[in-house]
């Protein structure tokens, strides 16, 4: 259990203590800042975990699966929760969590024909503003321009998400078609 997998773990178990602070009412406003600290925390040991285990050569199978498990996992609970909390609307949610689902599956076929798809610059781009994205919509600033900010960090994630989508099919569809004939 080398420190990139227990990074992965920790990020797991950090999002029950997430959603508490985020769902509970007993903080108040204080309980929105608690859940944006440990949901940073938490996206921070992603960006941490896979720069140490490539470093190191410390990449494992473990953490193959694991880490974008685990960062799946963040990211559809507060995408969820905040949908819940009536912050984002589900359509949106549905779109960013089928790409999640569509990708994983394309991961699957390619890996059971051993071939590793790695992260594209607009999967990246994708992470990086659906959290900052979460990040503002738990903080709730009550400005008129922060309710723009928010507004334009939801399209643009969402873009990202269908371009991400679009150009992940168009640079693997082969290996998905290649046991087509099976």
Known sequence: ?????KLTILRTIMIPFFLFFLYSGIFGKNGDYIAVAIFIIASLTDLLDGKIARKYNMVTNFGRFMDPLADKLLVCSALIALTDLGRLAGW??????????????FRLIASDRGVVIAAS??????????????????????????????????????????????????????????GADS
Do not use: C, H
Request: net charge positive; hydrophobic share 60%; aromatic share 14%.
């Open 92 to 105: 949106i949610v549905i779109i960013i969590i089928a790409r999640e689902f569509i990708i994983s599956g």
């Open 1 to 5: 259990m080398n420190l990139p997998n």
């Open 121 to 178: 610059y607009w999967g990246k781009f994708k992470t990086t503003f659906q959290m900052i994205m979460i990040i503002m919509l738990i903080i709730g600033l009550p400005y008129d321009w922060a309710q723009i900010l928010n507004l334009i960090l939801i399209y643009v994630a969402l873009a990202l998400t269908i371009i991400s989508l679009i150009d992940y099919i168009a640079k693997n569809y082969k290996v998905f078609l290649e």
